[in-house]
């Protein structure tokens, strides 16, 4: 299970701008612009060793194949951070893991990497450096450095780099929501995949235990290093703000000036008008989490067009098999008869779970097996609306009510029919699948409607 992890502690040196005044606060574990191991340096010890790639200063006491394993997936993580930000890694991270404590014995560490060894956790220390303006208060990060202590369990060292490069690139974190979030999203990077690929600890506590709210998120009381199951929470915004179409293009800018510490952007002044759609979104990301779900498919389409279906008024849907719910083109009453007919096949790929997230240094970690060496599979057979044996494939229907942001309980359509609307509020349609295995669907429907009779 996931340790917890630490406050980082960021101090500072401030020069003052316009004015002849030097200001400097306290450093601890304060490693040298240059980006050299700085007091990661002194952690030597006979059963200790140093190893090194681009971006990664390694101090560790795991053998050489772990600790080259491990270097290969964090420049491979830190290279993906940067492109997330456009912004590469400007110096090296000290970076010291352990897995057996006892051979740490006697290494000078800071009080608090010392006390996240004892916890199992881990923790990153960095110090800022910069211009501030005395008249307005604006501070401009010049320099930064940050030294990154980390367990061997369970993504620690990831999650802990990511904080490292924000700090080394930023000057900052950013919020413990934003900081956190993050450092757990970045640790989970994979090229060209933002479908959901967490540990088991990680999937069975947002499944099964209470939800936090947004609310409950954001809170800017909240401390770093609370607990691994608040981190959860954290992720799960992330993800969802990260990587779903309708607040991607504001995550990162978000991020950047929060990190800046610039005061131009806040969650409020960014997502606030839209506070009712991500909650929605959010929870409805939470009711169907799944190993392999993606945010990008199962976004909300809040600008569909829905067309008040009265007595002999028809609308028409078209809709993709590898997405999640789409506007059925109608406005109906509770009541309401509806005839549908749906035109055209479309197929569910092969119902096979997703893998779960394990890093080099995870005991049940395995190779990646070779594209050449998969085994080549038969494509799915098309299936009308009616779906297959199995029920995948066939057309659903569900109401939203777009007042109060509610969605009613699933109901089977299929080709062809008549349905008695369950409620008032907007049709939306979907092709039934797991959720997380929408995106090997293929094929599209269109969908007729006609209403036949109203109360």
């Not at 057996?100 to 923790?123: H, I, N, S």
């Not at 929470?233 to 990190?259: E, I, K």
């Amino acid at each position: 299970m996931p340790a917890p992890r630490s406050a980082r502690r960021t101090f500072g040196l401030t020069f003052a701008a316009l004015a002849a005044l030097t200001c400097c606060g306290p450093a601890l574990a304060q490693p040298p612009a240059s980006g050299d191991a700085g007091n990661a340096g002194e952690a030597t010890g006979p059963a200790l060793n140093v190893f090194r790639s681009r971006n990664v200063i390694l101090t560790t006491d795991l053998p050489a194949e772990k600790s080259e394993a491990l270097l290969v997936e964090l420049e491979t993580m830190l290279d993906l951070v940067g492109r997330f930000f456009g912004a590469p890694l400007r110096k090296p991270i000290p970076l010291l893991v352990w897995k057996d404590t006892a051979k740490w014995q006697g290494v000078p560490l800071p009080p608090e990497a010392a006390a996240k060894m004892r916890e199992g956790g881990g923790v990153t220390i960095g110090s800022t450096m910069g211009l501030q303006n005395t008249f307005t208060g604006q501070f401009r990060a010049t320099d930064a450095s940050a030294t990154a202590y980390a367990s061997s369990r369970r993504g620690t060292p990831l999650h802990e780099s990511v904080h490292a490069y924000c700090m080394l690139t930023f000057g900052g974190t950013g919020p413990v929501w934003y900081s956190e979030g993050l450092a757990e999203l970045g640790s989970y990077f994979r090229q060209g995949d933002v479908s959901v690929r967490v540990s088991e600890p990680v999937m069975s506590h947002l499944q099964t235990s209470p939800r936090q709210t947004l609310r409950e998120i954001l809170d800017p009381n909240a401390v770093t290093g609370d607990s691994w199951e608040n981190y959860a929470w954290r992720w799960a915004l992330a993800h969802v703000l990260a990587y779903n179409p309708n607040y991607r293009d504001r995550y990162r800018p978000l991020g950047v000036s929060l990190m800046n510490e610039d005061g131009k952007l806040s969650f409020e002044s960014v997502y606030g008008p839209m506070a009712r759609e991500i909650t929605f979104e959010y929870d409805f990301f939470l009711d169907v989490l799944e190993q392999g779900v993606r945010p990008d498919l199962i976004a909300w389409d809040w600008k569909g067009r829905y067309r008040p279906l009265r007595e002999g008024r028809r609308a028409t849907a078209r809709l993709k098999a590898d997405a999640g719910w789409q506007p059925g083109a109608a406005e109906l009453t509770e009541g309401v008869v509806i005839e549908y007919a749906a035109e055209g096949e479309w197929s569910v790929g092969r119902d096979e779970p997703r893998p779960t997230h394990v890093t080099v240094l995870d005991d049940d970690y395995e190779e990646p097996k070779p594209e050449d060496d998969a085994e080549p599979t038969e494509p799915p057979p098309p299936v009308t609306a009616d779906g297959g044996e199995d029920g995948r494939g066939r057309l659903v229907g569900a109401i939203f009510d777009p007042n109060d942001y509610t969605l009613s309980e699933e109901f089977e359509l299929g080709a062809a029919g008549t349905f008695t609307a369950p409620a008032s509020g907007q049709l939306v349609l979907r092709c039934r699948d797991k959720w997380g295995q929408l995106d090997d669907n293929d094929g599209r429907l269109t969908v007729r409607l006609t209403a036949v009779k109203t109360e």
